[in-house]
């Protein structure tokens, strides 16, 4: 209980913060209603509801027992399943720094395609043809909303320089 109240007021702080440092940002006469602060702002306005919720769960729930995996409410889950579960986290956030070093080289398109491809693997998903047609399509997807239609520039890797 302690470990999640202690994790909640930190976010909470990092969303304060995070906030302060998105109306740093300098006002452009060229930007419309909603200005490059906007998401950041946005973001950081989730954060703090997010953190403040955590905080009000663990206040007002304690913490609340968990069984081990086979259900058995007489035998409560070791800590080892709860840093298997921390380990696993921190898995996902390796694969989210993988994909910022690999996008300027291998370029958006490329890059989300891996993405994509890493995250399924890595939660459980086996090899298809299914998970390699919907990680093309996705990063043609996400390629097509944030390029083309939201005009976006993202990196197009070294693939337009190579010769030929």
């Known amino acids: ?40 702002k946005l973001l950081a306005v989730a954060l703090g509801v997010l953190s403040l919720v955590l ?50 080289y291998a370029g958006y398109l490329v890059a989300v395609a891996l993405l994509l491809l890493i995250v399924a693997l890595y939660n459980g998903k086996r090899p298809s043809p299914g998970l390699f047609l919907f990680m093309a399509v996705g990063a043609v997807g996400f390629y097509v909303l944030f390029v083309l239609i939201l005009d976006v520039p993202l990196p197009a890797g070294v693939w337009p320089r190579l010769p030929g």
Do not use: C
């Not at 027992?65 to 921390?86: C, K, M, T």
């Open 1 to 40: 209980m302690r470990g999640n109240l202690v994790i909640a007021v930190l976010l909470l702080v990092f969303a304060v913060v995070f906030w302060f440092a998105a109306d740093a940002i300098p006002k452009s006469r060229l930007g419309g209603t909603v200005g490059a602060d906007g998401l950041p």
């Open 55 to 104: 905080i009000v769960q663990t206040l007002s729930f304690g913490r609340a027992r968990v069984v081990a995996a086979d259900g058995d409410p007489s035998r409560e889950r070791g800590e080892s399943v709860a840093w298997r579960e921390h380990l696993r986290a921190f898995g996902m956030i390796v694969v989210g720094i993988g994909y910022l070093v690999i996008v300027p």
